[in-house]
């Protein structure tokens, strides 16, 4: 392992500003003693409900809340950072220092409610340039593809931590001492795929072309696509994207008819815009379950929801055709 490179090497040979190089420190270091946290479960006491609800009206796990307000701190410490914004929290918050550089958006522990059940959840996070130095809300709504970096850290059997900075996708392994190390450099999507990621218990709900493409994925080597296929999931966005990044697919979270004002689920700030980054990188797509990219969304609300088609190209421009 100590031919590899660390997570601080690889910083080092980014061509980046050395405030960009800060902030992705400090995620990078939040991720792992969070991962702490998470190996720990019911040692730790952080497993269960916290009794509150968050600005989604979703119930909030006690370690949502400790996750967030570890990132936050962290986060707002370093005077490279002009203000956050989470999904568990109602508004922004900006730094105390007038300084910083960069507006940080995170998903502080995506998939929480396998936390009781030891399966997959991580941190999504997504890096903007800041344009005032006492930011507002409204300097958030720049569209994905204004990103300067975007990741995630996936805590499973091994805590990774993957990366974006528009220069292609790496992967840290989170080693015993503490350090990362890259262990999965250059990331690429296969283009072709077999597998397909979905919540087929809402399969009645679902607009016709994913009801569409979905049938034809189940038809298997008998129906249109002429092969079979495999389904997953793991009701964690993070560990179903992390999969696809190893070895190909797709996930779609689509838009159905039981609150059809919405248009999708996942939040485009937090979720939808850091994943579109690493999967364009990685050589794959990433849609609102069709044709627009979803990193060419502008935004209009720090809690905007979306629909999601993402992963494998051609298998994306399917679902797009259906």
């Not at 989604?56 to 707002?76: F, G, P, R, S, Y």
């Not at 016709?208 to 296929?229: H, T």
């Not at 905007?304 to 259906?322: C, F, K, T, W």
């Amino acid at each position: 392992m100590t031919d590899r490179p660390s997570f601080d090497a690889h910083l080092a040979s980014l061509d980046a500003s050395d405030g960009l190089k800060a902030v992705l420190a400090v995620l990078a270091r939040s991720c792992a003693e969070i991962s702490d946290l998470v190996a720990g479960g019911a040692l730790s006491g952080v497993l269960g409900a916290s009794g509150a609800v968050n600005v989604q009206d979703e119930e909030q796990k006690k370690l949502d809340v400790i996750a967030n307000d570890m990132l936050t701190d962290a986060l707002l410490a370093s005077t490279e950072v002009a203000a956050v914004g989470s999904e568990e929290m109602d508004v922004i918050q900006p730094a105390a220092h007038a300084t910083g550089q960069y507006l940080v958006m995170f998903d502080p522990l995506d998939g929480s409610s396998n936390i009781d059940i030891n399966a997959p959840v991580g941190t999504i996070f997504s890096v903007l340039k800041s344009f005032s130095a006492t930011p507002t809300e409204a300097d958030f709504m720049q569209p994905g593809r204004r990103q300067v970096a975007a990741g995630y850290a996936l805590y499973g059997a091994q805590t990774m931590l993957v990366l974006t900075t528009g220069s292609g996708v790496n992967g840290f392994t989170l080693a015993a001492d503490g350090a990362w190390i890259l262990t999965h450099p250059k990331i690429q999507i296969p283009a072709d795929t077999k597998e397909f990621a979905i919540n087929m218990s809402n399969q009645r709900h679902w607009a016709g072309g994913v009801q569409r493409y979905v049938a034809g994925c189940l038809e298997g080597a008998d129906g249109p696509r002429g092969k079979n296929f495999n389904m997953r999931w793991v009701a964690a966005m993070v560990a179903d994207v992390h999969r696809i990044l190893m070895r190909g697919g797709v996930f779609l979270y689509p838009w159905d008819r039981r609150e059809p004002e919405k248009p999708g689920k996942l939040r485009l700030m937090y979720e939808g815009n850091p994943m579109a980054f690493l999967v364009e990188q990685a050589g794959g797509k990433a849609t609102l379950e069709g044709s627009t990219p979803i990193l060419d969304v502008v935004p209009e609300r720090l809690h905007q929801r979306i629909p999601v088609a993402l992963g494998s190209a051609n298998e994306v421009d399917q679902i797009a055709a259906a």
